[in-house]
């Protein structure tokens, strides 16, 4: 499939005059959603902090679509920068429509294995960010009648994944503060969370090699066994699970709210 191409799945336009931002956005899945974004028309700001690799991405989304885009340098750990940090993007930019809470994972390994200290950092970077991010732009997104917040968690949130037991707890967490704020926030803003599975990006690499070291099994065996429980056979490719982020932020997503939805080839057993 050519997803930025003949198989793009929206109209270039479907997203023309809203502004986006998008989290962890420097790779993976969130350089792919900030693709996505950028070809149905909206204005992207992308975040992360690695400055070259955003400025990089702003220069292929100029030639995806009409938006205007810019790189944001955020560290999402470093929570009391944020508030100030959006308000002066949006001082600049306008306000935000779309928010895509996106960042990177913590490393895998048995739970009993982490100590208190292990969950402050990706705590802060995912569940204490993405709450800065909404209790700063909820606002906003009320008065000018339109807000879409979409969350990047993890399969986990449905079924445990063995040995990221830290990841398993944290990605719970978001989903739950996800639905909690569904239940509290302006009936034109929508939240939502987008469920991977086993996706063809750098953290899969990672896990593999994580494995790999802890048990002694081959990458090749790692990716088979992973293989095994996916009924489609093969890897997802980001810009899949970025076209269904890229649905929710949509008007016509309106009627969804508080959803998880699993982008995962039909790997979860449960319902």
Known sequence: MDLLGNDYPYSTNALTGKHVLVCGASKGIGAATAKMMAKAGAN???S??????LVSLCEELSELGSGEHKALVLDLEETASIKPTIQTLV??????HIL??????????PLLSNAV??????FKRHLHAAHTLVQSLAPAMEKIGYGRIIQIISTSVKEPIPNIGLSNTLRGAMASWAKSLSRE???CITINNV???FTDTERLDSLAASIHERTGKSLEDVHEGWMSQVPIERLIDPLETASAITFLALPASGGIRGVSLAVDGGRLRSI
């Open 185 to 187: 926030l302006a009936p």
């Open 91 to 96: 001082e600049q930019r306008g306000p935000i």
């Open 195 to 197: 469920l991977p599975g």
């Open 48 to 53: 992360a902090r690695s400055h070259d690799a």
């Open 117 to 122: 200290e292990d969950f402050e950092a990706p």
């Open 44 to 46: 992207v700001t992308v």
């Open 100 to 109: 895509v809470n996106n960042a990177g994972g913590p490393p895998g390994g």
